[in-house]
C-alpha cells in the first residue's frame, strides 16, 4: 500500500491500544489497510463510522428538522480520518435522506460521495486510490431505502461509477424501479418487510466487493448490527455533551439506546487519544478516536 507524502505533517497523538505509543495522526486509518484486514477474514470486511458525544450522540435536528452533525462534534482531524477510510472502500452504503440533502447542498452536505474526484476536496485520495490499484477516484455506491421516491443526482449517473439500490421485493417491482433499471441504476430485492443486511452484503461480496463502508444513519446500521455482518465500528468521540431538551431531537449511534462499549459481541481493538482539537463551534477540545471490531 503507498502512502502519500504529501500527508506527512508534524501532529501526533497518543495511541493508547493495543500499545502505548505516538503515532502520526494524518494517515492513520490508511495504516489500517482495509483491504489485507478483508483477507484475514472471510474475504470482505465491513464498516461503520461515526463521531459522537460522550453519550454517543451522532446528530441533532437543525432549524428545519433534519437531522445533523452537530457543531460541537464537527472537526477536520474526525473528518480527515472519515475520509481515508472512505478511501479504502470498494463501495459505500448510503441512504435516500443523504441523496436528497446532496442533491440539494452539494459540498454543504457533508460530501461523501464526489469528494475524490479532480478539483474535490478530498482529491489527493482520488489520486491515492488510482496509485493502489483502485478502478475509479471514488467507490460505488449502494443505497438502502424501502422508498424509490428520491432522485439519483445526474453527476452520478453519469460518473461511471456502478450504482445499485437495495430494496424490498416491493420496490423492486415498482414502476420507479424500471425508471431508475433505465437510467442504468441497479435494483436488487433484498427483503420482504425491509432490506435484509446478510442478502445485501452477500450480493456486494459477489460483485467483487472486498471493502464495504457504510457512510449513513443508524437505521442502517441496525440492519448490518441485525444480520451480524458488520466487522469494525470506528467513532470518533468527542469529549463534550450535545445539549438538548427533547430527546427526539437527538440520534444515537445504536437506535436501541444502548452505549457502543456495552455493544455485545465487540471488542474495543484500538484507541488513540487526540488534544487540542477546534470544532466547528470554535471550541477548543479533545476527543478518542475509538475502534471497535466483531470477536470471532
Known amino acids: 500500500m503507498i502512502l502519500l507524502s504529501k500527508m506527512k505533517s508534524d501532529k501526533y497523538i497518543k495511541m493508547i491500544l493495543p500499545e502505548n505509543k505516538r503515532v502520526e495522526l494524518e494517515g492513520l486509518y490508511l495504516h489500517h489497510n482495509l483491504r489485507k484486514s478483508a483477507q484475514k477474514l472471510d474475504g470482505k470486511i465491513v464498516i461503520a463510522n461515526y463521531v459522537s458525544d460522550l453519550d454517543d450522540i451522532i446528530a441533532k435536528k437543525d432549524e428545519s428538522g433534519v437531522f445533523q452533525v452537530a457543531k460541537e462534534l464537527k472537526n477536520k482531524h474526525d473528518w480527515d480520518r472519515f475520509q481515508e477510510l472512505s478511501a479504502q472502500a470498494d463501495v459505500i452504503i448510503t441512504g435516500a435522506g443523504y441523496l436528497q440533502r446532496f442533491a440539494k447542498l452539494g459540498e454543504d452536505a457533508e460530501n461523501v460521495l464526489t469528494q475524490f474526484e479532480k478539483g474535490g ?15 475509479s477516484r471514488n ?5 438502502v431505502s424501502r422508498s424509490l421516491d428520491f432522485v439519483i443526482p445526474e453527476l452520478l449517473l453519469t460518473s461511471g461509477r456502478k450504482i445499485a439500490i437495495y430494496t424490498t421485493n416491493e420496490g423492486r417491482n415498482s414502476k420507479k424501479a424500471k425508471e431508475l433499471i433505465l437510467q442504468g441504476v441497479k435494483v436488487i430485492a433484498a427483503g420482504s418487510q425491509g432490506v435484509n443486511g446478510k442478502t445485501m452484503v452477500k450480493d456486494m461480496v459477489k460483485k467483487g466487493y472486498r471493502v464495504i463502508k457504510m457512510t449513513t444513519g443508524p437505521r442502517v446500521l441496525e440492519i448490518l448490527l441485525k444480520a451480524n455482518v458488520l466487522d469494525r465500528l470506528y467513532v470518533t468521540r468527542v469529549n463534550r455533551n450535545i445539549s438538548y431538551k427533547n430527546p427526539t431531537d437527538v440520534q444515537k449511534i445504536l437506535t436501541t439506546g444502548g452505549r457502543v462499549a456495552e455493544l ?3 471488542k474495543l481493538k484500538y484507541k488513540y487519544s487526540d488534544d487540542k482539537v477546534v470544532t466547528a463551534d470554535g ?14
Open 264 to 266: 455485545p459481541g465487540f
Open 139 to 143: 467507490p460505488d455506491l449502494a443505497i
Open 283 to 296: 471550541k477548543l477540545v479533545s476527543q478518542e478516536f475509538l475502534v471497535y471490531e466483531k470477536i470471532t
Open 121 to 135: 476536496s478530498y482529491e489527493k485520495f482520488g489520486d491515492w486510490r488510482i496509485k493502489n490499484g483502485y478502478k
